[in-house]
């Protein structure tokens, strides 16, 4: 039924409250839950950390406790997963989890530039060579803290997603404890804003291949 409600959805997004304690059983009715990299957990913690604190392989190494741009979830696997869902650990949170929704209707000239860009996808010695955006499956693929623009299409690339999601957020979801909220990763970027010494911030997550 939820992957019914899902796939029905135009917003690409849903929110189930007091489903938290049902992520990964939720995550298997929609596909293949699979941990972010090798060694990783399946329900993976994530907290804000420092630059110092960070993986090195992650957002955080490069934006710290900073504002997140938006992006893509496990953009280093050759297809990205298709579903991220999320569960808050905490009673309340003040930093929320913020979505845009990528156009699916594209000027044949922004298409394009899409089409014809070329990162450089880090993954250790399974890095590889991608465009932002696959036709064949219409998933945008775009992390700035894994790919590295090749081409000046690229770079075209980086300021084209850039500018499309500059003040287009379209949901803003303050997480309650036991909220699950679950994207579809191929149509749905997400990111956060910056998270103070002050605060806390840590949700669980789990990510589906299909």
């Not at 049902?22 to 995550?27: F, G, S, T």
């Not at 997963?81 to 808050?88: A, E, M, Q, T």
């Not at 929704?101 to 590889?128: C, H, I, K, M, Y």
């Amino acid at each position: 039924m939820l992957v019914e409600r899902l796939q029905a959805s135009t917003q690409g997004w849903l929110l189930v409250p007091g489903g938290a304690g049902r992520i990964l059983e939720v995550a298997s009715e929609l596909g293949t839950p699979a941990p972010a990299r090798r060694g990783d957990p399946v329900v993976a913690t994530l907290t804000a950390r420092s630059h110092e604190e960070a993986n090195r392989r992650s957002l955080s190494a490069v934006y710290g406790r900073g504002a997140f741009p938006f992006h893509t979830d496990c953009a280093h696997w050759p297809v990205p997963g298709r579903y991220v869902l999320l569960s808050s650990l905490e009673d309340e949170s003040p930093i929320p989890t913020l979505l845009a929704r990528w156009p699916t209707e594209l000027a044949d000239s922004d298409r394009e530039v899409l089409l014809r860009s070329t990162f450089l996808v880090r993954n250790g010695r399974q890095s590889f060579y991608a465009g932002a955006l696959n036709a064949r499956r219409g998933f945008l693929r775009f992390d700035p803290g894994c790919m590295v623009p090749v081409n000046d299409d690229a770079h075209r690339a980086v300021a084209l997603v850039r500018s499309a999601t500059a003040g287009s957020v379209v949901y803003e979801h303050h997480w309650r404890k036991g909220d699950l909220l679950v994207l579809n990763n191929w149509v749905v970027l997400h990111s956060r804003p910056p998270v103070d010494s002050g605060h806390s911030r840590q949700l669980n997550r789990v990510l589906v291949r299909r």
